[in-house]
């Protein structure tokens, strides 16, 4: 802090000032003014650092009484500032005052780093946390490090198992206000995020950067189980469930098993009888897109071969099940005469014949 913050009795502060003027004391450090002399003495102790009283309940330490006795009201719970445009309650007036920057609309504060704009210098300043690249706020519970003591404390919540926060629209909970305005943009069918390699669309910005990953060719999750490559942690983590043996989610049709509930709700489609993916080479109808996208194999020519009888399939997948006949390997078992068989729809056709022989016999 400068020699000149402080002022002596016969020290001028300026050559000149007009006794019509009021704020006539220059903090030098901040050029920030004050009527009185007592005052700018008192506003420079914010720039000595020094913070001498500390919050007992969270540990926030403040340079004057008066922060702390403000910053206090935070953890009574009292909540007497409300806003009129979006009725949200705050604890100190100075907090009002910052948030109805943001529904005026105006954004002054731009980061030279990324160019987002913010309404308030204070949260570009906690903005900026996140180029730096320092993260020196971890949670005990998984070690996830955050910029911001704010990013910490949301993320918590997660933790907690508490999810306050539901849609309407189809029951989901959330434990974040902001995840919840997110998932509410899927439900509006908007998808104004576009991604310029294969022209997929999304609801928001931040689906659409996950997404953009896929395209990077950057994996670098990896399964433990099989050391299969996910680009993203949330694919890793669905893909564990495989080889927990977890299924879940039954289909109530056919009594089918799924681990994941999307993968349910796209088997339902074959129960539904709904066929909206058309080949256009040959018309032909599919319930399911990866069907389809499977069937166009055939009229592209692309050929994979069995070496063991030289048998030729349009997939992969299909080329998989077929070496199981020449494994020798038998899992699936008819509960009505015990016959092996090494693919499950060579079951279940198998099954069509006793059902038959039963109906003929009645």
Do not use: W, Y
């Amino acid at each position: 802090m400068s020699d000149k913050m402080f002022l002596s009795d016969n020290e001028t502060v300026v050559d000149a000032v007009s006794s019509a003027e009021v704020k006539q004391f220059r903090c030098l450090e901040c050029d920030k003014t004050f009527p009185l002399k007592k005052s700018l003495n008192k506003h420079a102790v914010v720039h000595s650092g020094v913070k001498n009283f500390e919050c007992d309940e969270c540990g926030n330490r403040f340079v004057r009484k008066g922060g702390l006795t403000q910053h206090l009201l935070i953890h009574s719970g009292v909540k007497k500032f409300k806003c009129d445009e979006c009725g949200k309650l705050f604890a100190r007036k100075k907090i009002l005052t910052q948030h109805l920057l943001i529904h005026s609309g105006v954004k002054n504060f731009k980061c030279d780093e990324c160019g987002k704009r913010f309404a308030d210098k204070s949260s570009l300043t906690q903005h900026l946390l996140i180029h730096s690249g320092v993260k020196k706020f971890k949670c005990d519970e998984c070690g996830n490090q955050f910029a911001r003591k704010s990013g910490l404390t949301q993320h918590l919540l997660i933790h907690s198992g508490v999810k306050n926060f539901k849609c309407d629209e189809c029951g989901k909970l959330f434990v974040h206000k902001s995840s919840l305005t997110q998932h509410l943009l899927f439900h509006s069918g908007v998808k104004n995020f576009k991604c310029d390699e294969c022209g997929k669309r999304f609801a928001d910005k931040s689906s659409l950067t996950q997404h953009l990953l896929i395209h990077s060719g950057v994996k670098k999750f990896t399964c433990d189980e099989c050391g299969k490559l996910f680009a993203h942690k949330c694919s890793l983590t669905q893909h564990l469930l495989i080889h927990s043996g977890v299924k879940n989610f039954k289909c109530d049709e056919c009594g089918k098993r799924f681990t994941l509930k999307k993968n349910l709700t796209k088997h339902l489609l074959i129960h539904s009888g709904v066929k909206n993916f058309k080949c256009d080479e040959c018309g032909k109808l599919f319930a399911r897109k990866f069907e389809l996208t499977r069937h166009i194999l055939i009229h592209s020519g692309v050929n994979f071969k069995c070496d063991e009888c030289g048998k030729l399939f349009a997939d992969k997948s299909s080329l998989t099940k077929h070496l199981l006949i020449h494994s020798g390997v038998k899992n699936f078992k008819c509960d009505e005469c015990g016959k092996l068989f090494s693919q499950k729809a060579n079951l279940t056709c198998h099954i069509l014949i006793h059902s038959r022989v039963k109906n003929f016999q009645v």
